[in-house]
């Protein structure tokens, strides 16, 4: 079993820059992903391979992966990207997910 | 237009069984591992099971092994969820995403549904 923790809450006001992250064990020798979870919607993939933004994704969405941590960072956050965010990576043939950060703009 | 759509949820009295589906549209399903990811009321996610694009490589996570059962018919573009035993643990909304894969440990899921309610209790 491969664990990813996140911190559970990140506040941040409108068009400052949000930073969350992400912890695992040697997570640089791995990929994440990230996904972004609206109330009542399903996710949505925001980040792929440590820094590549989905067709559709604002570029104000961005990500890196280095050495134990990855961070999406949301750069001017408005109010519609309040949401959940989770990250992700593949591990043993297996996809794990970080038990997800609730960004709050305030 | 790529869509993937659950069907199959519902109440089951604990000890009981459930068989979800996933139809998918807009791709060929053939091609590409997919995933059940669950996520219980006011919870994360998580993955239950996943299948490559032949049914030959199955992986479940350990809360229910020997219990779900994923499969696939590539012929009519869907993927199932068969659910014995259910636990008042196993209630969540149960989602079918598909899996992209660019290496042995870069795996990422673009695509999911809308998601079913699956409530286990008496």
């Known amino acids: 079993s491969y664990e990813l923790t996140q911190p559970p809450s990140v506040s941040v006001s409108p068009g400052q820059t949000a930073s969350m992250t992400c912890f695992g064990d040697?997570?640089?020798?791995?990929?994440a992903s990230w996904y972004q979870q609206r109330p009542g919607q399903s996710p949505v993939l925001v980040i792929y391979?440590?820094?590549m933004r989905p067709s559709g994704i604002p570029e104000r969405f961005s990500g890196s992966n280095s050495g134990n941590t990855a961070t999406l960072t949301i750069s001017g956050t408005q109010a519609m990207d309040e949401a959940d965010y989770y990250c992700?990576?593949?591990?043993?043939?297996?996809?794990?997910f970080g038990g997800g950060t609730k960004l709050t703009v305030l | 237009e790529v869509q993937l759509v659950e069907s199959g949820g519902g109440l089951v009295q604990p000890g009981g069984s459930l068989r979800l589906s996933c139809v998918a549209s807009g791709f060929t399903l053939s091609s590409y591992w997919v995933t059940w990811v669950r996520q219980a009321p006011g919870k994360g996610l998580e993955c239950v099971a996943n299948?490559?694009?032949?049914?030959?490589?199955?992986h479940y996570v350990d809360s229910v092994k020997g219990r779900f059962t994923i499969s696939r018919d590539n012929a009519k573009n869907s993927l199932y969820l068969q659910m014995n035993s259910l636990r008042a643990e196993d209630t969540a909304v149960y989602y079918c995403?598909?899996?992209?894969?660019?290496?042995?440990?870069?795996?990422?899921?673009?695509?999911w549904g809308q998601g079913t309610l699956v409530t286990v209790s008496s």
């Open positions: 040697k997570l640089e020798d791995k990929y």
């Open positions: 391979k440590n820094n």
């Open positions: 995403a598909r899996i992209v894969v660019l290496g042995a440990t870069n795996r990422y899921l673009d695509y």
């Open positions: 992700q990576a593949w591990d043993s043939s297996t996809v794990f």
């Open positions: 299948i490559n694009q032949d049914g030959t490589e199955k």
